[in-house]
């Protein structure tokens, strides 16, 4: 069982990123349910703003969409900025709108069987606006959310403390990071034995219309 983790932080590597110590702990989490994962910084990548699986000249997507279809699990991490997901995850999610054309040869998304969440950092309002945004995008292409399927911590109002200073936080946000690593590796070993039915059979299970009288 394999996580990718797209750490949607605005801060080249080597740069100090909360989001960044965020995911840490849900890998460290999904270790400890058997999962091993990676961590990819999409800006450090030459990532083009489009809606394909390949915007070419060069487009570093194609090599993380690559890993994102290798992994079981995939989380998509990322700061908070005027109570919305940071740029950089909208731009992912823009280039996820591709998959809602690839399928496979029964006809299923390819991101059908692979769980996702969300992992949110800041120090402003927003966390669940933001979560909400992401889980149902990435839902729409395919994915599948656990329960309790995100983690977040924000900062008090009004103040610039971030989460790489204020330090992990076991009895709220470590609480959350553990579902959602408990959960999320859960569901991804049931899809993975239980695979979703192919369109074909969705429909014969559906039956035919009737007609109202």
């Known amino acids: 069982m394999r996580a990718l983790v797209l750490n949607c932080t605005r801060k080249p590597s080597p740069a100090t990123s909360s ?47 690559a890993k994102l279809l290798a992994a079981q699990i995939l989380i998509v991490a990322m700061p908070i900025w005027l109570g919305q997901p940071a740029s950089v995850a909208k731009m992912v999610l823009e280039r996820l709108d591709a998959e809602l054309s690839e399928t496979d040869d029964e006809g299923r998304l390819l991101p059908y069987g692979k769980v996702a969440g969300v992992a949110v950092v800041g120090n402003e309002d927003g966390a669940h606006h933001s979560i909400a945004e992401v889980q149902a995008a990435l839902n729409e292409v395919g994915f599948t959310v656990a329960a309790a399927g995100a983690t977040y911590w924000v900062g008090e109002a009004l103040h610039t403390l971030d989460y790489r200073d204020a330090g ?46």
Do not use: C, M
């Not at 999904?30 to 915007?55: K, M, N, P, W, Y």
């Open 168 to 213: 992990p936080k076991p009895d709220t946000t470590g609480r959350t990071t553990k579902a959602l690593a408990l959960n999320s590796a859960h569901l991804a070993r049931l899809l993975a034995d239980q695979p979703y039915p192919p369109p074909e059979a969705q429909s014969a299970a559906v039956g035919p219309s009737r007609e109202r009288a």
């Open 19 to 65: 989001s960044e110590q965020l995911v840490r702990e849900v890998l460290a989490e999904l270790a400890r349910q058997g999962v091993d994962g990676e961590i990819v910084r999409v800006v450090d990548h030459d990532v083009r703003f489009g809606v394909s699986t390949d915007e070419g000249h060069g487009d570093g997507w194609p090599a993380i969409r």
